[in-house]
């Protein structure tokens, strides 16, 4: 930790990261918590960002149905999956997960009194860990995957992997390569079980206002074809927007929607639209303009996965450059042509599904101006591709049920 102050100081003072719920962080449990009462059991779910938020809504609401008795709190470790959470969950049941030292753990554990802690993935914290197994709650790691990118780290390190994981009384793995992964690391194969995948249950949100009123722009001005272009991270937009130019040749009244993955970046982006003269709008300062020809960069949170389902084509983004990409699930529920990158790493499993069912395009940055227009110029193609996309997504579904059972066997257990 002291050796990497440096590069944390760095990202608060420039990007403001890590600054919200700081104290929350070193161990000071906010009078914002509605703590338990001294007869009342908690359950504690530990959910990294937004996209561990999302996964695990539904998984709360069925612990919740089947454990009316309990509180449930959730934590989380980015500013974007606290505001999510607090929407999510209530205020008074959310909070920044602490920073891995004991002083800053054993505050919550004390306060919360936890019968069980549910973590989602593969946030393996020492002394969190260590701690909570001492104090006496269960441990599950749901929805546990172990990424290409990850396994090899993990791997040089089983042997001190082995002692924390052990720690661990249930994995609940996504698929049964993730599985036979974590007991290559050193889990206990007794203690692993495969229950799917949790985002295949995530439910097609409430659509915000903001749906409707880009829709009602588009059609009054008659705009289209419709790109959302998602999760984008840097070295891709310039790539998308090149991309997006030649599409106006021929789709002069072509909209994209562009959404970077991370706050920090939305000036920057702002500026390469300026930079390449194209014209756009911010999403924070939209009334309603006419969007036929440019871009509406969305400089907010929480908007992109309901804003998929005006796409013609959506692009998920991480893939053009190699940052492992983002999850296809959300433009898949509406149904929507899907074009990633073929960096996707981190969502293998989900990509080569739907890659083996022709329900996805994966290109490469050459291919991705082709690959669009294309789909634009074949109908029939592209609304198969995304129909494709939405069968495989109801053939997956059922994690959260299976996920909920195996934590309802592990809270009987005596």
């Known amino acids: 930790m002291l050796v990497s102050l440096p590069y944390w100081l760095f990202q608060m003072a420039r990007h403001g990261k890590y600054r919200k719920g700081f104290a929350e962080r070193i161990?000071?449990?906010?009078?914002?918590?509605?703590?338990?009462?001294?007869?009342?059991?908690?359950?504690?779910?530990?959910?990294?960002?937004?996209?561990?938020?999302l996964a695990v809504a539904r998984l709360v609401e069925e612990i919740q149905s089947r454990f009316p008795r309990h509180r449930i709190f959730v934590s989380t470790t980015t500013d974007t999956g606290q505001a999510l959470a607090r929407k999510?969950?209530?205020?008074a049941n959310v909070f920044y997960f602490p920073m891995d030292f004991g002083f800053a753990i054993r505050p919550y554990l004390r306060a919360l009194r936890p019968q069980m802690v549910v973590v989602v993935e593969t946030e393996f914290w020492p002394n969190f860990m260590r701690l909570v197994h001492v104090s006496g709650a269960r441990i599950a790691v749901v929805n546990a995957r172990i990424s290409d990118r990850s396994w090899p780290s993990y791997r040089r390190f089983r042997g001190l992997l082995r002692r924390l994981l052990a720690n661990v009384d249930l994995f609940l793995a996504q698929t049964p390569e993730d599985a036979a992964r974590l007991q290559d690391i050193g889990a206990r194969a007794e203690r692993v079980r495969v229950t799917g995948n949790l985002k295949f249950d995530i439910p097609v949100p409430a659509p915000p206002v903001i749906v409707e009123s880009v829709r009602?722009?588009?059609?009054?001005?008659?705009?289209?074809?419709?790109?959302?272009?998602?999760?984008?991270?840097?070295?891709?937009?310039?790539?998308?927007?090149?991309?997006?130019?030649?599409?106006?040749?021929?789709?002069?009244?072509?909209?994209?929607?562009?959404?970077?993955?991370?706050?920090?970046?939305?000036?920057?982006?702002?500026?390469?639209?300026?930079?390449?003269?194209?014209?756009?709008?911010r999403?924070?300062?939209?009334?309603?303009?006419?969007?036929?020809?440019?871009v509406l960069l969305l400089d907010t949170i929480g908007e992109l996965a309901a804003l998929y389902a005006l796409a013609d084509i959506a692009f998920v983004g991480g893939s053009l450059v190699p940052r492992g990409g983002h999850n296809i699930i959300e433009p898949a529920q509406y149904g929507v042509a899907t074009v990633?990158?073929?960096?996707?790493?981190?969502?293998?499993?989900?990509?080569?599904?739907?890659?083996?069912?022709?329900?996805?395009r994966i290109v490469?940055?050459?291919?991705?101006?082709?690959?669009?227009?294309?789909?634009?110029?074949n109908d029939e193609e592209r609304k198969a591709l995304g129909q494709r996309a939405a069968e495989t997504m109801r053939s997956q579904i059922g994690a959260t049920a299976r996920t909920a059972d195996k934590l309802q066997e592990l809270l009987a257990r005596p």
């Open 27 to 53: 161990g000071r449990v906010s009078a914002r918590l509605r703590l338990p009462g001294e007869q009342e059991p908690v359950i504690w779910v530990h959910a990294v960002s937004v996209g561990e938020v």
């Open 88 to 91: 999510r969950f209530g205020e």
């Open 340 to 360: 990633v990158g073929n960096h996707t790493e981190n969502f293998r499993d989900i990509v080569s599904l739907f890659h083996s069912r022709d329900a996805v």
């Open 283 to 294: 999403r924070s300062r939209w009334n309603g303009e006419p969007l036929a020809g440019g």
């Open 216 to 281: 009602t722009s588009i059609a009054a001005s008659s705009a289209g074809p419709v790109l959302v272009c998602g999760s984008t991270m840097d070295g891709e937009e310039p790539l998308l927007l090149k991309a997006f130019e030649n599409l106006r040749v021929q789709h002069p009244r072509a909209v994209m929607i562009l959404a970077p993955r991370h706050p920090e970046r939305f000036e920057a982006v702002a500026t390469l639209l300026e930079q390449m003269s194209i014209g756009f709008c």
């Open 364 to 377: 490469g940055p050459a291919e991705l101006p082709l690959v669009l227009l294309e789909l634009l110029a």
